[in-house]
């Protein structure tokens, strides 16, 4: 089967049931304290992640992956299809057949591939569209109004490379080779570095920004550093490689910095937008553009120790130590020390000491991330006074308690001990699919199981 190649439903439902028959236990079935801590992440993974997403969110009708689902996994929304969860799913899977080889995920993955090929590809002007409808019509207006993105662009590339990294595929190299051409031909700014965010159908960057957003972003920054790192691993070409190396820069001495948190949104000169110093009223009122996120903090704390290794930069320790820095900053001002669990927002507000939580909901994507991060923590500083290895292992007694629907399966939006109606949130949407909580499960599995060997 060719990497755009659909495979049969059918084949692939049977070969996903003698799967899990074969190895998984029900979803309510609580993990036993007894068996090594790599098992029981590895049982939460085919529960909690595998089982009930896959083949269920595989479109048979129109291609892609079905995008909506309530509290009970059932099918209840509009089924858009948005670049980012289409492309998070084809890197999802690839990633899964590596760790599960011949158990269907290249056929899912090839299926996502296909759509990203045909549908999510603007075939008049190049680039992946943001947002479609279920049957691959181009929306066109509401949030992105038509617009593209380098986020959604990044993603794209960061699917499409674990793919060609999975199957060696000559065609889908080419897509991915096309896709980083065109984004680095509209987005990339020569003039100060990095990437602006939005761009107009045709790829025109829209250089001030979009509806009061600014131009640059943190957000859009670390994903681009991530799928970088995804493609110079399956084309060492030196564009890549240098915009690789660029970014990793920017993100840890620009958007970091000296704080050792990153602000989020940026001017084209990469000067930060912020609001410290503004009126209450004023300040409050842009909390969702300034403000710290200390899940992408733990999150970027990862990747760019990880965009330093793809880079082969032996003993990185500016990158290590920046990155040591920013877990500490989290644990320090973001942490709850009594049940786990990184909150979602904090702001160093004028006239008061430390930091104030604005927001304490504890977002799944967060939780998950810090997971990930505080493992390789432990191993980097063992002795550390911070205690990463009793950190990590305080948050996945919280992910199991707080994140994971004991009745229905599957990971809440939010921590339920700060939102007991995550209980009946959607389980998928466009934003939320198990890419997150997917990376930071197989990380860890590998990372115990080497440790154990």
């Known amino acids: 089967m060719t990497s755009f190649q659909t495979g049969n439903s059918l084949q692939i439902y049977l070969i996903s049931v003698a799967f899990w028959v074969s190895g998984c236990s029900s979803p309510q079935k609580p993990v036993p304290e007894v068996i090594p801590l790599a098992d029981q992440i590895e049982s939460v993974l085919k529960r909690d992640l595998i089982q009930l997403w896959y083949p269920r969110v595989i479109d048979s009708v129109d291609g892609g992956y079905l995008s909506d689902f309530n509290y009970m996994w059932e099918e209840d929304g509009p089924q858009n299809k948005f670049i980012v969860s289409q492309a998070r799913h084809v890197w999802t899977c690839s990633k899964l057949e590596q760790m599960y080889p011949d158990r269907g995920f290249e056929d899912y993955a090839a299926h996502g591939v296909t759509f990203l090929q045909n549908i999510m590809w603007d075939k008049q002007f190049g680039g992946f569209h943001s947002l479609v409808d279920k049957q691959g019509n181009l929306i066109e207006n509401g949030q992105w109004d038509g617009h593209k993105t380098a986020y959604g662009n990044a993603f794209g590339i960061y699917g499409l490379s674990a793919y060609v990294k999975l199957t060696n595929d000559p065609q889908a190299l080419d897509f991915v080779k096309q896709a980083f051409r065109w984004l680095d031909g509209h987005s990339y700014d020569p003039e100060f570095g990095g990437y602006f965010q939005f761009m107009t159908r045709s790829g025109e960057p829209l250089q001030s920004g979009l509806a009061g957003v600014p131009p640059k972003d943190q957000n859009s920054s670390i994903h681009l550093l991530e799928a970088f790192a995804e493609l110079y691993q399956v084309w060492p070409n030196d564009t890549v490689g240098a915009r690789l190396q660029e970014m990793l820069v920017i993100i840890r001495d620009k958007i970091a910095g000296e704080k050792n948190y990153m602000n989020l949104f940026f001017n084209q000169d990469w000067t930060p937008v912020v609001y410290r110093d503004s009126l209450p009223e004023q300040r409050e009122a842009n909390y969702a553009i300034d403000h710290v996120s200390f899940g992408h903090d733990i999150e970027t704390a990862y990747l760019m120790m990880e965009a330093s290794e793809v880079l082969g930069i032996e003993h990185d320790q500016e990158t290590i130590a920046r990155g040591k820095a920013m877990v500490d900053h989290v644990l320090d001002y973001g942490w709850d020390n009594e049940v786990g669990g990184v909150y979602d927002r904090g702001y160093y507000l004028p006239g008061t000491e430390g930091m104030t939580i604005i927001d304490e909901s504890k977002a799944w994507w967060s939780q998950v991330e810090a997971?990930?991060?505080?493992?390789?923590?432990?191993?980097?500083?063992?002795?550390?006074?911070?205690?990463?290895?009793?950190?990590?292992?305080?948050?996945?007694?919280?992910?199991?308690?707080?994140?994971?629907?004991?009745?229905?399966?599957?990971?809440?939006?939010?921590?339920?001990?700060?939102?007991?109606?995550?209980?009946?949130?959607?389980?998928?949407?466009?934003?939320?699919?198990?890419?997150?909580?997917?990376r930071s499960l197989m990380n860890c599995i590998e990372r115990l199981r080497k440790s154990e060997s």
């Open 371 to 438: 997971m990930n991060t505080l493992l390789i923590m432990s191993e980097l500083y063992p002795d550390d006074p911070q205690g990463y290895h009793d950190e990590f292992l305080l948050q996945w007694e919280y992910i199991k308690t707080y994140l994971l629907d004991p009745q229905y399966g599957g990971v809440l939006v939010e921590g339920s001990d700060k939102s007991h109606e995550s209980m009946q949130s959607a389980k998928g949407g466009i934003w939320k699919v198990n890419y997150h909580t997917a």
